[in-house]
């Protein structure tokens, strides 16, 4: 049953092409207003999940609920959702001002009425003056922009983004990442937006929905998706991060890599391994802190292999020093003040501090964490 400020509930939703399964289970749920992206690599089922939100596609097990009501074999017609794809989709032979009044003729309002409220979507939009061009004589951006005021002429409840911003040049893509934020926030409009940029769903979204191969991997907010990422697909995806592999589970709270034993706060469900467990450490490179205190915990002694300048930070690629076997390379994301105040250069040893809250533990099993 869904609680009054649910706008969405997607509840198992299953969806085969004869005999291979795009989507696996996917259950989620939207409170109204909110802004969700659905991210995951090419392939993963993202699009599937919208169009089957939509109503342009129909799931093959599950059932997709818009305010309490069980709308799973609706025509999207009648589901009271604005779509904007990647590939603008406008009409090529009607100008913009008749691309945005196309939904609303069919709500039979006066003439008078439309034209106002195209005149209003076009100044929403930023495009007034330009609403008797057509889109070739629209640049991408613009032409996305149109196609955001078609969504939402109709006012809909629910506003459906599929890749919208892909198609543009980065610097386009910047600016309408932000107009379209501000414009779902005024509008409060309840959004769900595929992408595969992270950084597109980190900005963008109140919460973030990981999809890999066609299952929900993760289901946080951005910070949460981030900081403590629920697989290493997650992690993996998601921003940079080191996997250390060679690392074995000591007992509760303490792993070993090598000869350096490691205490570690976010167990991640490896908790339950026996003692012995092979299991893997995840660390992000600006989390890994240069530390000349011989005492501290968790400390790694390193050499540094190589060197990327970043502008306000050196990427740096660390070889663990141990006594045997050939540990893996570590990266370190360190401020170029750093850097220059302690005359870090290639071939230097160094000592590194990886925070025990800031380390992430996955056993070697993926379904350990899903
Ligand atoms: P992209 O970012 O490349 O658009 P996506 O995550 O949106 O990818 P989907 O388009 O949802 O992925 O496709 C998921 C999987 O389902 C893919 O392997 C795709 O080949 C398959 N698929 C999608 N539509 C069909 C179809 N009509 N018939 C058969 N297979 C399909």
């Given at each position: 049953?869904?609680?009054?400020?649910?706008?969405l509930?997607?509840?198992?939703?299953?969806?085969?092409?004869?005999?291979?399964?795009?989507?696996?289970?996917?259950?989620?749920?939207?409170?109204?207003?909110?802004?969700?992206?659905?991210?995951?690599?090419?392939?993963?089922?993202?699009?599937?999940?919208?169009?089957?939100?939509?109503?342009l596609?129909?799931?093959?097990?599950?059932?997709?609920?818009?305010?309490?009501?069980?709308?799973?074999?609706?025509?999207?017609?009648?589901?009271?959702?604005?779509?904007?794809?990647?590939?603008?989709?406008?009409?090529?032979?009607?100008?913009?001002?008749?691309?945005?009044?196309?939904?609303?003729?069919?709500?039979?309002?006066?003439?008078?009425?439309?034209?106002?409220?195209?005149?209003?979507?076009?100044?929403?939009?930023?495009?007034?003056?330009?609403?008797?061009?057509?889109?070739?004589?629209l640049?991408?951006?613009?032409?996305?922009?149109?196609?955001l005021?078609?969504?939402?002429?109709?006012?809909?409840?629910?506003?459906?983004?599929?890749?919208?911003?892909?198609?543009?040049?980065?610097?386009?893509?910047?600016?309408?990442?932000?107009?379209?934020?501000?414009?779902?926030?005024?509008?409060?409009?309840?959004?769900?937006?595929?992408?595969?940029?992270?950084?597109?769903?980190?900005?963008?979204?109140?919460?973030?929905?990981?999809?890999?191969?066609?299952?929900?991997?993760?289901?946080?907010?951005?910070?949460?998706?981030?900081?403590?990422?629920?697989?290493?697909?997650?992690?993996?995806?998601?921003?940079a991060?080191?996997?250390?592999?060679?690392?074995?589970?000591?007992?509760?709270?303490?792993?070993?890599?090598?000869?350096?034993?490691?205490?570690?706060?976010?167990?991640?469900?490896?908790?339950?391994?026996?003692?012995?467990?092979?299991?893997?450490?995840?660390?992000?490179?600006?989390?890994?802190?240069i530390?000349?205190?011989?005492?501290?915990?968790?400390?790694?002694?390193?050499?540094?292999?190589?060197?990327?300048?970043?502008?306000?930070?050196?990427?740096?690629?660390?070889?663990?020093?141990?006594?045997?076997?050939?540990?893996?390379?570590?990266?370190?994301?360190?401020?170029?003040?750093?850097?220059?105040?302690?005359?870090?250069?290639?071939?230097?040893?160094?000592?590194?501090?990886l925070?025990?809250?800031?380390l992430?533990?996955?056993?070697?099993?993926?379904?350990?964490?899903?």
């Amino acid at each position: 049953m869904s609680t009054p400020d649910i706008y969405l509930d997607v509840q198992s939703v299953s969806k085969d092409f004869g005999r291979f399964t795009a989507l696996k289970e996917v259950s989620f749920q939207a409170r109204r207003g909110e802004f969700i992206c659905v991210l995951g690599p090419s392939g993963c089922g993202k699009t599937t999940l919208l169009r089957a939100v939509a109503g342009l596609e129909k799931q093959t097990r599950g059932h997709v609920i818009i305010e309490g009501r069980d709308v799973s074999s609706l025509p999207v017609s009648r589901r009271n959702v604005g779509i904007v794809f990647q590939s603008y989709a406008l009409f090529p032979n009607l100008t913009a001002r008749q691309n945005i009044a196309y939904g609303l003729k069919s709500q039979r309002q006066s003439r008078q009425a439309i034209q106002q409220r195209v005149d209003e979507l076009l100044d929403l939009v930023g495009l007034r003056g330009m609403g008797r061009r057509h889109p070739a004589k629209l640049s991408g951006g613009q032409q996305q922009r149109v196609a955001l005021a078609r969504a939402i002429a109709v006012s809909p409840h629910l506003l459906l983004l599929d890749e919208p911003l892909s198609a543009l040049d980065a610097k386009v893509r910047l600016m309408l990442r932000g107009e379209i934020r501000q414009l779902q926030q005024r509008l409060g409009i309840t959004t769900v937006m595929v992408t595969h940029d992270q950084e597109e769903a980190l900005t963008m979204a109140d919460r973030i929905l990981v999809i890999d191969q066609g299952r929900l991997v993760q289901d946080g907010t951005p910070r949460q998706v981030y900081d403590k990422p629920a697989t290493p697909f997650v992690a993996g995806f998601i921003g940079a991060m080191n996997f250390i592999e060679d690392a074995r589970k000591i007992e509760a709270g303490f792993y070993d890599i090598g000869e350096t034993r490691l205490s570690v706060h976010s167990e991640n469900g490896t908790g339950q391994l026996p003692s012995g467990s092979r299991v893997t450490i995840a660390i992000r490179p600006e989390d890994v802190m240069i530390q000349h205190d011989p005492s501290m915990s968790n400390l790694l002694h390193t050499r540094v292999e190589a060197m990327e300048y970043r502008g306000s930070l050196f990427r740096i690629d660390l070889k663990r020093q141990v006594s045997f076997g050939n540990p893996a390379t570590i990266r370190a994301d360190v401020p170029s003040e750093t850097v220059r105040r302690l005359g870090i250069a290639p071939q230097s040893t160094l000592s590194v501090h990886l925070p025990v809250d800031r380390l992430r533990v996955y056993g070697a099993e993926r379904d350990l964490q899903s």
